[in-house]
């Protein structure tokens, strides 16, 4: 009841659009994306019609000559009046479930955008024996359904046929993304794929970093068109596809030729830089783990009222930072943390580990934390006895683990731990004047720019950080220079990089 009251407007529309994975393309992506399938065609398959954005594309580009076919689930939309159109044909189906028996020469899609925790077990194991059918193994549970319809697509693909999908960048990026590639790579010819630059991203009100992947069912070649649009609503795109790929001289497109194999082991979505070896990365300064993750931020979590309420002992909390949002600066200090305590935000960890006795305030609140059912609850039942907290040394430096602002390094000098909404960063050498050093390098726009590459990316400029990743970020040759970053040498010596 109470989370409900927080959603924001049109939370429930979004997610009703979310189960259904429906989100529109804008004109000027879809009008690319036909433009590249109806070369040597009379026929499009659209698999996933929806309002008809690529039969309107493809009327807008003057292909009143080639037929549309679409398919979608929900009749309603195809009851929309541009399916009126004589060179069209939609039909209800379910094109995971019951896919059309031809091939084609020609498929465009925006598959729905379903995110794994959204299918049901009955539609995964489906999912599951489609891409064992397909590419011959099946693929880790957390793709989405979106990446099952290019597997399904590709396979309805007429050999020399032509494919264009937009999709998430998680395609490229998730832990499924390896055994999917190999599979394409090596059986179809990746001919362009185009990226977009956060402020021209296709979808601004979506949280998705979105790609299009523009395929032909021939041999594969050893060199791709990667292309980063930087515009929205361009007519750019349109005229580079258009061209068959040959003008290159766009004001709003960045295309370069990249090596298939390096390019996919870099993840797709990422740039060329990422390809040349960098000879400093965060590990040579510092090591990384991720926040608390306490299973129940609920439970664990407390405010300073609430603490004061259940009679806690101060050798049974710690202070804590929970929510990114919490901190809005790049340094958090003791004020910071005690203006939050104010506005009655949790500032405690409920933090037991290690304590031979507990004292009857502290039992009390774990006899409710047992009422709340939390010693079933994934996380905390692997935990003897449930109630044990996870422990962390106050880490110097926090990492915000997901946002948008360019300052994601933050100097701890509150002194708090941090959950799991941030990482804790350790510098190897324990000085702070080289704590500083190692922040400023960090924060750096030039180190900054280096998080795309290990990150993964969310759309409007939005990267998530996992530790292992965090630990692996390029840190430029220059900026080590510049800050004058050391490593503890044998010995506990400081040696200067480069040495
Ligand atoms: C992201 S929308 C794209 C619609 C349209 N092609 C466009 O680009 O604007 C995806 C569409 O797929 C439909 N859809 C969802 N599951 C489907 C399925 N299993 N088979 C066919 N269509 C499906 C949704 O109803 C939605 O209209």
């Known amino acids: ?98 896919p059309p028996l031809n091939k084609f020469r020609a498929i465009v899609a925006n598959p729905p955008y379903i995110r794994h925790h959204r299918i049901d077990n009955d539609t995964k194991l489906l999912l599951k024996r489609l891409s064992v059918r397909i590419i011959g193994h099946s693929i880790d549970g957390r793709a989405g359904y979106h990446i099952f319809f290019l597997i399904q697509a590709l396979n309805l693909l007429e050999k020399n046929g032509r494919l264009a999908f937009i999709m998430p960048a998680d395609t490229c990026e998730g832990t499924f993304a390896g055994k999917l590639w190999k599979w394409i790579s090596e059986k179809f010819c990746i001919e362009a794929v ?35 649009s930087n515009e929205a609503h361009s007519t750019d795109l349109l005229k580079f596809v258009s061209s068959d790929f040959k003008t290159h001289m766009f004001d709003s497109l960045e295309i370069v030729s990249r090596n298939l194999g390096v390019a996919i082991a870099t993840g797709l979505t990422r740039p060329q830089q990422a390809q040349s070896g960098f000879t400093f990365r965060l590990n040579a300064f510092a090591t990384v783990m ?42 958090l200090t003791v004020a910071d943390v005690n203006n939050l305590e104010d506005k009655d935000r949790p500032t405690y960890l409920f933090s037991i580990n290690g304590h031979s ?47 948008r602002r360019n300052t994601r390094f933050i100097l701890n000098e509150a002194g708090v731990v941090p959950l799991t909404g941030f990482l804790c960063v350790y510098p190897l050498c324990k000085d702070k004047a080289y704590t500083i050093k190692l922040w400023e390098a960090l924060n750096h726009p030039d180190t900054l720019s280096n998080l795309p590459l290990v990150g993964k990316s969310y759309g409007s400029g939005a990267i998530k950080v996992e530790p292992g990743n965090l630990s692996v970020l390029p840190i430029p040759q220059h900026i080590v220079k510049q800050y004058e970053l050391k490593r503890p040498a044998a010995g506990g010596q400081l040696s200067l990089f480069p040495d």
């Open 1 to 98: 009841m109470i989370r409900h009251q927080c959603l924001p407007a049109g939370w429930s529309e979004r997610e009703a659009l979310r189960d259904k994975g429906q989100f529109w393309t804008p004109g000027w992506i879809a009008e690319a994306m036909v433009a590249y399938v109806a070369k040597d065609t009379d026929l499009i398959f659209d698999p996933a019609a929806g309002r008809g954005a690529f039969l309107e594309a493809l009327l807008k580009i003057g292909r009143q000559d080639v037929l549309y076919f679409g398919t979608d689930t929900d009749k309603d939309l195809l009851t929309d009046k541009i399916y009126n159109n004589k060179c069209c044909l939609v039909e209800e189906r379910d094109f995971i479930k019951h």
């Open 194 to 228: 185009i990226t977009f630059e956060s402020m021209a991203t296709p979808f601004p009100s979506v949280d998705t970093n979105a790609i299009i992947f523009m395929i032909k069912n021939s041999r594969p070649v050893e060199n791709i068109l990667w292309v980063k």
């Open 290 to 331: 991720r926040g608390i993750a306490t299973g129940s931020n609920e439970f664990f979590f407390l405010t300073a009222r609430q603490v004061k309420e259940l009679a806690i002992p101060a050798e049974f909390i710690k202070r804590a930072i929970g929510r990114t949002r919490d901190v809005t600066g790049d340094i």
């Open 357 to 403: 006795e507990l004292p009857d305030s502290v039992s009390r609140y774990l006899e409710i934390g047992q009422l709340m059912g939390l010693s079933d609850r994934p996380l905390i039942k692997q935990r003897s006895p449930w109630y044990k907290m996870e422990t962390r040394e106050v880490p110097p430096l926090l990492f915000a683990y997901l946002g």
